[in-house]
């Protein structure tokens, strides 16, 4: 009888370093990070209770739901995701609770608004428009750090989100979705610019408005549930998203206009798989 050696499972250091050098695991630590550059400046005080309701509500909500699926207790890395995103676009200022209400909807809506393979619906979007809805909550994206002070860092705050949103945009193989969403999004309000009232279009292009689409590119857009895994679908994907928030300002003029971009954008990438799904079926049939 061959004496078969033994292999000993990971260490924890070794299954945090690879959980962390995973897509889910670089976006929590860029968040984390971003979430305490903006602490620095909007005071922990201030911050801490939207975090904490947001983030705690969502994990315990989601934990019950992934042991009844998975048969075993597992991290529920996507809820604390989405409860840091609803955190981090809601005011600063808002009530706990508010958080804590969207966050849950969001992690909801993942089990009860799905397609065969996936959510249909970006869950922090969907959250963030529900609470818009329910309680009239503001939106600050502080999270993309748009107040720091003194002015002299902004270029410095800027450089960071954009180099770690590229970072993640890449990682998760979704760059052509927010570059396309960038790209189409300052075409039209520049065209309108120029064609139109600039007066009207004047905030898009200050510093607090392109904090948010930075992070609303790269954090948000690029959802690898929500959003198409080829280049081709990722440009058209990210030009619906930003063709209907430019409508959605200009003829609505509503502060949730990003949003619905995406949730519309999310609704074509569910229609598209469930077109593409057929064709695949019909053409492994007539190859067999």
Known sequence: MSNIPLVEPPSRSTRLRRFFRSPKGLLILVLSALTVGAAV??????????????????????????RRRKRKWVMPDGALLTGLIVAMVLSAQAPWYVGAF????????????RSR??????????????????????????????????????????AVLLATGLLVADRVNRGPAALSF??????????????????????????????????F???????????????????????????????????????????????VANAWEAWRRVQAKPAHSAAKDHAL
């Open 41 to 66: 400046a909007n005071g922990v005080a201030t911050i801490a209770p939207g975090v904490i309701g947001a983030v705690v509500t969502a994990m315990l909500l989601d934990a019950p739901l992934l």
């Open 102 to 113: 969207a966050s849950a909807l969001g992690v909801a809506a993942k089990y009860f608004l």
């Open 117 to 158: 393979t996936a959510n249909i619906f970006n869950p922090a979007a969907l959250a963030l428009l529900a609470a818009y809805v329910v309680f009239h909550s503001g939106q600050s994206w502080w999270g993309a750090l748009p107040d720091l002070t003194p002015a002299l860092l902004e270029p410095v705050t800027l």
């Open 182 to 215: 960038l790209g189409g999004y300052y075409l039209l309000f520049t065209a309108n610019a120029f064609l139109g009232d600039p007066a009207h279009v004047a905030a898009i292009f200050r510093s607090s408005d392109l904090h948010a689409a930075l992070f």
């Open 217 to 263: 590119a790269f954090f948000m857009v690029t959802d690898p549930p929500t959003s198409p895994p080829g280049p081709r679908n990722q440009i058209i994907f990210g030009a619906i998203v930003a063709g209907v928030s430019y409508a959605v300002f200009f003829f609505v003029g509503a502060v949730y206009y990003l949003l619905v971009g995406l949730l």
